[in-house]
């Protein structure tokens, strides 16, 4: 049970219901508007009144020097080139950064890069030090890696575009989820397999049918239920 | 076509639709800034501490700093620190603002005109070292008192560039005890009183719970000895002399208001009459025979207009004493014969054999001290036009001297004055030159507040501006001056010269542990003969007047270096709970001769030296020929500190009160302030002050309660015979909310608060399953007031500065609050407003209750009832939540808590009060709170949740003490106990089944509190 838990004092059934009730019409009416805008979008999509705009790269500079060490596999190449395309969804990054080939591929271990996952409630980006440790080594004939090196001998951080970003008001925590063994893809998708990461969809229809979709909070309390966590509110809201 | 995405959907809504509202969990701009280089011991969303010290007075109490990606966010005490092992002080608390202040100086400022402009360093050192060059030994030095390691090396700088000289200048310096402790002894040094093992502690007004030399320190060493627990007979007693029952003096057992001035006299009245009843030490009687011989004790009552029963009482208890304890005056009561009433004082604690006990004479220590006099001749050097360059540091003298010292003139007269203040003050903004200092939490340092106590202090903040440290900054000044000055001050930087300072141990060590704890025994030391023979009168007032006036330290303010820190601005004074302004203190009797003046009239306060108008607070607490005005405001620059903050810049807020002291000293030089009488005068004006709480009358309720000694020691069987087969049922009966039920069980029947522990268990009041009832235990009996609790509440969980006007619209938004209750209260006038405070504050049998107040986490709350869309809420461990995102704002909840602890944002006062670059010192664990959110303390949950991810990792319960609140965190007292109710063994647990003392505020509403109150007790007057 959710906030009807208490000690001995607890709200009598009837009221938990009521409230539900009203909570539920609340978000009903709130669904119902996001509905009616996207039909109005729609039809502005119809009569070509809008056009989808995309997330501009920070055009990374062109190559200057001819590429050093050992050439890159076509794989990278094409990794790369699938990494800056905008027609796929999520934004293009500062560097093609293509999880498809350094976790798929390559089968890099997700904690060697977010090392803070198990241990900290922020999963963290790597440092861009930590990226010129392979870097300093391979890739340097590639255009994203000549990037990179860029933003390292000027030593500034590379401004990656967050894609799952929760409000101040929600504290989740990498490592509980971790260690309680949830799969990073459990709410990040088969990121092993994107080249570009975009944020993948995903409605559950729960309660009544009514959809709440990624990362929404009925989402994350949809898998709390599944798996017996904490539904205490003050969980994940303090 | 391809799939419009969710990011895109957004995106076009956001397009075609700007009023649409319904952005979810997702924006796209933001982004993720990794480090370049990540350090190896940082991991973002994990705090690391690091030791240093704290530097806000000279107590020097070691601190732990909270870092988070590299930013301190709050100062808690070191555990280890010897000073004040593990608690931290208000002012301790709030000095975390220093670094991330917005009036901050952010580069070196040069005087063009008459503004002060940015300029580079390296102009500003090519400047100011050609102006020492030029001005050679008319070049003086005037500044606080730093650490031994930078105070050694200046000394050298200072004849190293060939400067005339450098003068310490602190406002409160122990300058007449020093001299005391020289002429009875031989041994220049500060005495260290440790009041924990004492059995009669005896103040001369020195307040050492709030401004003496270590309050943090003091309050442990005093609850230890008043431990109810672990004393017999209830532990130490303690009488407070003095003419205003400060914050100190409210935690008195018995309270003289003797006449200010004659405290020297009444010490040597009570050793009389102790040692006549047998107390004392052979050689103590022996070397004190002469001049008791010359103490006429009724002569001394009549003086010091204390009744003679009272000093033959207490002088008894005080010969019966077995380690008794007598503090000298501090700076509210130093006279002009301060030297004397010190000396006076320390002559009885070394009769009574106290001293080599309680007392203890440290080794004199190397290095400058302050010195009033020599500030006094260097501004007579300043007048006649004999400095050509003045450096000022760490101190404020334009606000802490007085205009009759003729500072503000000799220093015109200056003509180049630099300043080295981190931000902007009334000094600072005279100078021709500011060369910014680092905050504390910016630099390296050392202190050794006690002979083989030395303690580190090191940067846990890159600088946040283009600021240096002062010895790194006259280090470049040096250079600039040529090789053969630098070659005479040689190191690299003011790091190099603190580890060359400490080379002979293992630094890495030290600063991990925050410093090198091998505190030296005092030294022996035997009597002067000849010092017993002083003449002990009382001191001389200046000018005219019905009033002596009382200048006491700001409780939290201190000399007025606190007034720029919004939260010490914001934190209620402890005894009369007024935040933000200025206000005199006067007794009602005195306001009855002045015409009738109530609470909030202006009066106009005129001295010899000058005249001042400001609010009057009336109350039994000032004796009726004293007015109090406590030091600390009236600064016109600074944003909290002036009226800048209200829109007024360059007006003061509130009154300087020593604007209106005349320049005088004490007999050693030192600086006196009991110094003049006071002609008060009625304006007819009237104001509404910024005040807290409303009465101090508990009106009989059950919000403060005390249990008379005597009660206690009856014990439990006592209790058990008469209520333990009652089991009351909660609310019925006698205990209904009607008031004389309550008056009486207070009156006479204290101890039957027991009832409602028996009558519900808080532990229940979870989840079945919950292994955890997060419960709080409050000692009223240890509770000294301080509020430290108060100050560390608002950092930990990022609660928003209102501001004078909003706390006068009673939207003061601290979620832990200190109730000061005098007496049970009365309901005399009805259910008509009474006035703040009863009479019974007159009373010399002290009986103030000091209740800390914050949400009960009540297991049947009121709130969680009215709340329309279930933001607050009983938590699975008991805790009452409150889920900011989820509130709505009706505030129903706020008006169906009886408790009042709920706050409401009635604007988004995070913004509009966290100026730049405030934001990078909120606690990141903590929702920052917007408009139309109710808000309140959930026992610092997220530190309860950070304690249960590392025991779920571990697959256990959370264990006993693991995890605290940030109240409970920085009490010097241990008054607060926070913890598990679940496991009965825990400590909070142990403490809240006191079955005598332990209570609940409010219980007749049967409203399940998960705080225990322990009623203070009642020792009563001191007897021989």
Known sequence: ?238 | MPEIHRREFLKLVGASAGAAATVGCSDPVSKLIPYVIQPEVIVPGIANYYASTCQECSAACGLLVKTREGRPIKLEGNPEHPINQGALCARGQASIGRSYHPDRYKTPMKRVGDKLEPTTWDDAIAILSGEIKRAGNRTWMLGGQTGPTASAWIDKWVEAVGAGGRVVYEPFAPEALREATQALFGVASEPVFDLSGSDLIIDFGSDFLESGPSPTEHARQFAEARDIAKRERGGARFVYIGPRLSMTASNADEWVAAKPGSEGLLALALLKVAIGAGGGTQAGRDGVAAPLAKIDIAAVAKQADVPLATIERIGKALGAAKSPVLLPPGVALASRRAAATARAVMLANWALGAVGKGVSIPAPRDGKLPSYHQTLALVDAMKQGSVGVLLVHGSNPVYSLPPSTGFSEALAKVPFVVSLASMPDESSERANLVLPDHTPLESWGDAEPRPGIRSLVQPTLRPIYDTRALVDTLLDVARAMGADVAAKVPTDSFRALVEQAWAGTDFHAALAKGGVFAAQPGVEVTLVGSAVDFEMAEPALEGDGDFTLLTSPGALLYDGRGANLAWLQETPDPVTKITWVSFAEISPRAAEKLGGLVFGDVVEVETKAGKLSLPVVVRGGVRDDVIAIAIGQGHTVGLWSSGTDSGHPGEARGVNVIDVLPALTDESGGRAWLLTKAKVTNTGRHEKLPICQDSQNQRGRRLGLAVPLAELAAGDAHVEAEHGAADAVPGAGESAPGYPAHGEAAHGEAHGSHEMIKAFDASMDRAPDSPYRWGMTIDSDKCTGCSACVVACYIENNISIVGEEQVRRGRHMAWLRIERWVGDGNLEGGQDRLPIFPDAESSSTVDIRIAPMLCQQCGAAPCEAVCPVIATYHADDGLNGMIYNRCIGTRYCANNCPYKVRKYNWFDFALERWPDPMYLMANPDVTVRGQGVMEKCTFCVQRVASARQIAKNENRVIRDGEVTTACAQSCPTHAIQFGNLVDKTSAVAKAGSEPVRGYHSLEELNTRPAVTLLAKVQRGTVEG
């Open chain 1, 1 to 238: 049970m959710g906030p009807s838990i208490g000690g001995r004092f607890r709200v009598s059934p009837n009221e938990f219901m009521f409230r539900k009730a009203s909570h539920l019409l609340a978000r009903v009416r709130r669904r119902a508007v996001e509905v009616v805008l996207a039909a109005v979008i729609a039809a502005g999509l119809v009569f070509g009144l809008a056009t989808p705009e995309r997330v501009d790269a920070q055009a990374p500079a062109a190559p200057a020097a001819a590429p050093a060490g050992p050439r890159s596999s076509q794989k990278a190449y094409d990794a790369q080139t699938a990494a800056s395309d905008p027609s796929t969804p999520g934004p293009v990054q500062p560097i093609p950064f293509s999880h498809a080939l350094h976790a798929g591929e390559y089968k890099i271990e997700c904690l060697y890069c977010h090392t803070g996952t198990d241990k900290s409630r922020a999963a963290g980006v790597p440092s861009v030090e930590l990226c010129m440790g392979c870097h300093t080594h391979f890739g340097g004939d590639m255009e994203g890696v000549q990037t990179l090196k860029k933003y390292w001998d000027e030593q500034l951080p590379v401004p990656w575009n967050q894609i799952y970003r929760l409000p101040e008001h929600v504290k989740f925590r990498h490592n509980r989820h971790v260690s309680a063994g949830v799969d990073c893809q459990r709410c990040h998708g088969p990121i092993e397999t994107m080249d570009k990461v975009y944020m993948t969809k995903d409605t559950i229809w729960w309660p009544w049918l009514l959809p709440s979709t990624k990362p929404e909070m009925g989402w994350c309390i949809n898998c709390h239920r599944e798996n017996q966590a904490s539904q205490d509110c003050l969980t994940c809201h303090y």
